[in-house]
């Protein structure tokens, strides 16, 4: 199995969340990718799938993915059934986190409690 075979769902995954400038070489049995993700989250979600794939350390693959925009960790689609909370345990692994999440969109929300689908919410860096 190739090297680019082995990280291929890392390769699909970048191509899903739109990363811009990819590059990706496979030399020497090493693949070496890189690009731009939108927020520091989906080059998280890149690292943990790498991860996921090539263990903690692996040796075989080289990624450079650097940042569009570092001012927020997110930007959030609210979709229905979702809260605050929930969303902050998606991204924080805290539900209690809400509150940073709140204080960041007071431009757009009045009420922690009421949240509407289809509100881009700034989810800020932890």
């Given amino acids: 199995m190739s090297v680019k ?3 291929q769902a890392v390769l699909n995954l970048g191509e899903q969340l739109g990363i811009k ?13 890189k690009g731009e993700a939108h927020t520091q989250y989906e080059k998280d979600l890149i690292w943990d799938k790498i991860k996921e794939l090539g263990g903690e350390h692996p040796t075989d693959i080289k990624a450079n993915i650097t940042v569009g925009d570092s001012s ?10 979702e809260s605050l909370s929930k969303i902050a345990k998606h991204y924080y692994g805290d539900p209690m986190k809400y509150k940073q999440i709140f204080s960041a969109n007071t431009n757009i929300l ?3 409690d009421i949240i509407h689908p289809d ?5 800020p860096n932890a």
């Fill in 21 to 33: 400038d990819g590059d990706v070489v496979e030399a020497e049995g090493v693949l070496k990718i």
């Fill in 72 to 81: 927020v960790y997110h930007r959030h689609v609210v979709k229905s059934g």
């Fill in 119 to 123: 509100q881009v919410l700034i989810i």
């Fill in 110 to 112: 009045s009420n922690p």
């Fill in 5 to 7: 075979a082995k990280y």
